[in-house]
């Protein structure tokens, strides 16, 4: 059964910065294509961000050139770095990873991440 912890999130003023980290186990991480997703308050689970197995990345447009997604294949980690933060960003932030073998899909608990100040 995989498993996904993430961690990082915590309380920034507007204008700082975060770093989400999500550790894998139970699973081939190598194979997995992740993600990471948000929601906030009263809106539903939207993408910020995903990188494939070999490496290759995707924004949505509210986060280019603020976030950067990452991933360390001999750590079973996933990362987000985000910069520039603004009080929209407030949300809580989950990891996916999503099976490119079979399509099996697994989420992480989330984490919360508020800018405010």
């Known amino acids: 059964q995989v498993q996904l912890v993430e961690s990082g999130g915590g309380l920034v003023q507007p204008g700082g910065s975060l770093r989400l980290s999500c550790a894998a186990s139970?699973?081939?991480?190598?194979?997995?294509?992740m993600g990471w997703y948000r929601q906030a308050p009263g809106k539903q689970r939207e993408l910020v961000a995903s990188?494939?197995?070999?490496?290759?990345?995707n924004y949505v447009d509210f986060v280019k050139g603020r976030f950067t997604i990452s991933r360390d294949n001999t750590k079973n980690t996933v990362y987000l770095q985000m910069h520039s933060l603004k009080p929209e960003d407030t949300a809580v932030y989950y990891c996916?990873?999503?099976?490119?073998?079979?399509?099996?899909?697994?989420w992480g608990q989330g984490t919360q991440d508020t800018v405010s100040s």
């Open positions: 996916n990873a999503y099976d490119t073998y079979n399509g099996d899909e697994h």
């Open positions: 139970g699973g081939i991480f190598s194979i997995y294509a």
């Open positions: 990188i494939t197995p070999d490496g290759r990345t």
